[in-house]
């Protein structure tokens, strides 16, 4: 595994809502892990909603199906810590394809869990009756951390100026992984 050093923190003018964020550290990495891009994610949740970001506390272990490495997220107080390994015993735990991640993050929520007025919503919540999506744990950490990592996916626009490109809402970008 190569250690990356590479820590961040934000200043005043980086967040809004008036809290400031967490520390935030690139923990372990590992050739072929995620850690990073999911770093990013929770880096860009951190800047967004900093207020969710202070008040979460305790282990996540992101679990994938396929080849990937497990991805553990440290919410401690006033720092969060994101590396390629898998923790002993973690508060919570997700178990997903990496696809599936993905859909997690871009599902519109619903008092912290996807929503079921909403395709992506609706999507999730298959996944997760079917097992191909498994969230085990601190059921209070998961609906922060989804609502940390969230990603507001804007209707889909067409450059097509056609009046048969108006008629009516065309699939979103993420509508080919569901």
Known sequence: MAELATETSFGPAAHTAGAAPPHLAIGRTQRGGI??????LVERGALK?????????????????GDLPPVAIRFEEGR???EDAGPKRPNLTVTASLA????L???PLRMGMPSPVD???????????TGRIRISGDMGLARGMLELM???VPAHRTHDASPAADAGPKPGWIDVLT
């Open 105 to 107: 993050t871009t599902a």
């Open 150 to 152: 969230r990603i507001d």
């Open 100 to 103: 599936d991640v993905v859909l």
């Open 35 to 40: 850690g990073p891009s999911i770093f990013a």
């Open 80 to 82: 969060i810590v994101v």
């Open 49 to 65: 909603r900093p207020e969710i970001a202070n008040a979460l506390r305790g282990v996540v272990a992101l679990r994938f199906r």
């Open 119 to 129: 395709g992506r919503g609706r999507a999730v919540l298959g996944r997760m009756a």
